[in-house]
T-cell receptor
Framework: NAGVTQTPKFRILKIGQSMTLQCTQDMNHNYMYWYRQDPGMGLKLIYYSVGAGITDKGEVPNGYNVSRSTTEDFPLRLELAAPSQTSVYFC??????????????FGEGSRLTVL | EDKVVQSPLSLVVHEGDTVTLNCSYEVTNFRSLLWYKQEKKAPTFLFMLTSSGIEKKSGRLSSILDKKELSSILNITATQTGDSAIYLCAVRTQGGSEKLVFGKGTKLTVNP
């Protein structure tokens, strides 16, 4: 019962490098989200998707891109990494529809450091 | 712009105390409010509340939503050191834009 799986768990990047954080869920959830959490802070929404082929910006989308080609996968791409993107990133998903329990399921998080 | 505000931002209590954490929101097309507990890693789910106003309980934790005041409280009675964590409130919207917006969290420290 995998749930939401994120990779990698840790990564160090140099300024200007690019990388992709992978996220996949096996619960057939329509809605998927990417958040970042800075030390001592709450979660800020980067991008979200309500289904395959549909994505939308959250509160802090600058410097990131996403795609949703399948229901299962929602990768987050960082272009031209900057120190301000040093953070812990969480991918999450939630079922849609009236039968949903409303619980948002999280991946374990990816700690990214940009030096 | 959708907004979720939690208070206080931090709280230090002694074991056995009762605490009340607050969450207020201003969002377009409210669907539900979620409470999470976060220790070292990813947040773990506590409650989901809707405009029905039904109180949710789980052991020493309880929560209710006031749809008139656009707010929710999370109560923890007889606190224990294991309750030390960040408590996060999130609001889910509906109507095509299914955003889930979090507040900054309340850091609760329970001292023995």
């Amino acid at each position: 019962n995998a749930g939401v799986t994120q990779t990698p768990k840790f990564r160090i990047l140099k300024i200007g490098q690019s990388m992709t954080l992978q996220c996949t869920q096996d619960m057939n959830h329509n809605y998927m989200y990417w958040y970042r959490q800075d030390p001592g802070m709450g979660l800020k929404l980067i991008y979200y998707s309500v289904g395959a082929g549909i994505t939308d910006k959250g509160e802090v989308p600058n410097g990131y891109n996403v795609s949703r080609s399948t229901t299962e996968d929602f990768p987050l791409r960082l272009e031209l990494a900057a120190p301000s993107q040093t953070s812990v990133y969480f991918c999450a998903s939630i079922a849609g529809g009236g039968g949903s329990t409303g619980e948002l399921f999280f991946g374990e998080g990816s700690r990214l450091t940009v030096l | 712009e959708d907004k979720v505000v939690q208070s206080p931002l931090s709280l230090v209590v002694h074991e056995g105390d009762t605490v009340t954490l607050n969450c207020s929101y201003e969002v377009t097309n409210f669907r539900s409010l979620l409470w999470y507990k976060q220790e070292k890693k990813a947040p773990t789910f506590l409650f989901m509340l809707t405009s029905s106003g039904i109180e949710k309980k789980s052991g020493r934790l309880s929560s209710i939503l006031d749809k008139k005041e656009l707010s929710s409280i999370l109560n923890i009675t007889a606190t224990q050191t294991g309750d030390s964590a960040i408590y996060l409130c999130a609001v889910r919207t509906q109507g095509g834009s299914e955003k889930l917006v979090f507040g900054k969290g309340t850091k609760l420290t329970v001292n023995p």
